[in-house]
């Protein structure tokens, strides 16, 4: 079974439109984390969470809003999607940084597109 | 700006042989490094990391160079295995930042049989 789980894993949709993309860990980490992959340009962070009360903006947040249900549920809205919102989106967590080792772990990705 | 460079977006290299994927950062704050890789419809797997105590670390076939005065990292591959076909993505992370992790803009290996 996955560690880390992404739902759905494809999405359609239309300018405008709200839409969710969730994550789910098993692996017991505190921190989650929300990236998204464009061609090129690798991976860039849009939000990430030390735990259920901390969430923090990335590099790219502007447009996304998070919620932390719980430690292992961490979720990615966008609240009116446009089209250069058309991207790959992946999740991760990681252990404490008082665990010595700074590795993410990412779930499989949900590929969105915004027409 | 990018802090963290991949500056061959692609490398094809002979079953067998040896595969040299690089990397250079701009921030001398960067004191952990991290490689990863991907393959189509998966998210990135990590492979190997590296903290700036060291200059080399090994992994089975993987080993990850580390040259601080020249801010450049590499990952050699030897013996290049057709299963190695992926996108490589190198990151590193500063203390005090959080560990957030700064990601390159990958490069492609095709290992050819």
């Known amino acids: 079974d996955a560690d880390v789980t992404q739902t759905p894993r494809n999405r359609i949709t239309k300018t405008g439109k709200r839409i969710m993309l969730e994550c789910s860990q098993t692996k017991g980490h505190d921190r989650m984390y929300w990236y998204r992959q464009d061609p090129g340009l690798g991976l860039r962070l849009i939000y990430y969470?030390?735990?259920?009360?901390?969430?923090n903006k990335g590099e790219i947040s502007d447009g996304y809003s998070v919620s932390r249900q719980a430690q292992a549920k961490f979720s990615l809205s966008l609240e009116s999607a446009i089209p250069n919102q058309t991207a790959l989106y992946f999740c991760a967590t990681s252990p404490g940084a008082t665990s010595g080792k700074y590795e993410q772990y990412f779930g499989p990705g949900t590929r969105l597109t915004v027409t | 700006d990018q802090q963290v460079k991949q500056n061959s977006p692609s490398l094809s290299v002979q079953e067998g042989r040896i595969s040299i994927l690089n990397c250079d950062y701009t921030n001398s704050m960067f004191d952990y490094f991290l490689w990863y890789k991907k393959y189509p419809a998966e998210g990135p797997t990590f492979l190997i990391s590296i903290s700036s105590i060291k200059d080399k670390n090994e992994d089975g076939r993987f080993t990850v160079f580390l040259n601080k005065s020249a801010k450049h990292l590499s990952l050699h591959i030897v013996p290049s295995q057709p299963g190695d076909s992926a996108v490589y993505f190198c990151?590193?992370?500063?203390?005090?930042?959080?560990?957030?992790?700064?990601f390159g803009s990958g490069t492609q290996l095709t290992v050819l049989p």
């Open positions: 990151a590193a992370s500063a203390r005090g930042s959080a560990r957030q992790l700064t």
């Open positions: 969470s030390f735990d259920v009360k901390d969430i």
